[in-house]
Nanobody, 119 residues
Framework: QVQLVESGGGSVQAGGSLRLSCAAS????????MGWFRQAPGKEREFVAR????????YYADSVKGRFTISRDNAKSTLYLQMNSLKPEDTAVYYC????????????WGQGTQVTVSS
């Protein structure tokens, strides 16, 4: 059974930074591209970033490009998201998931981690 546990969220002021982590179990982590998604209040869940299985290639939503960095440690089965220059519009619950080449998620969702950015 695949389990994804996100952590590292919190409350910060605009311009601040946070680093999210996603610990994965129940799957061969290094076999899969992994992605971060987020869901703001009253909005649908949206794609944020994706990293390939080796950690050598990444892709970002335009809204976070240049501010967020996705990375992974296959030895620890852990995915990361470094978020810098945070904006109030980044406020959301953040989730991780294995992703297909078309960026669609295909695993079960974890509980997510809340990120709140105040102006």
């Amino acid at each position: 059974q695949v389990q994804l546990v996100e952590s590292g969220g919190g409350s910060v002021q605009a311009g601040g930074s946070l680093r999210l982590s996603c610990a994965a179990s129940g799957l061969t982590f290094s076999n899969y591209g992994m992605g971060w998604f987020r869901q703001a209040p009253g909005k649908e869940r949206e794609f944020v970033a994706r990293v390939n299985w080796r950690g050598t290639g990444s892709y970002y939503a335009d809204s976070v490009k240049g501010r967020f960095t996705i990375s992974r440690d296959n030895a620890k089965s852990t995915l990361y998201l470094q978020m810098n220059s945070l904006k109030p519009e980044d406020t959301a619950v953040y989730y991780c998931n294995p992703v297909r080449p078309d960026l669609s998620p295909f695993g079960s969702w974890g509980q997510g981690t809340q990120v709140t950015v105040s102006s």
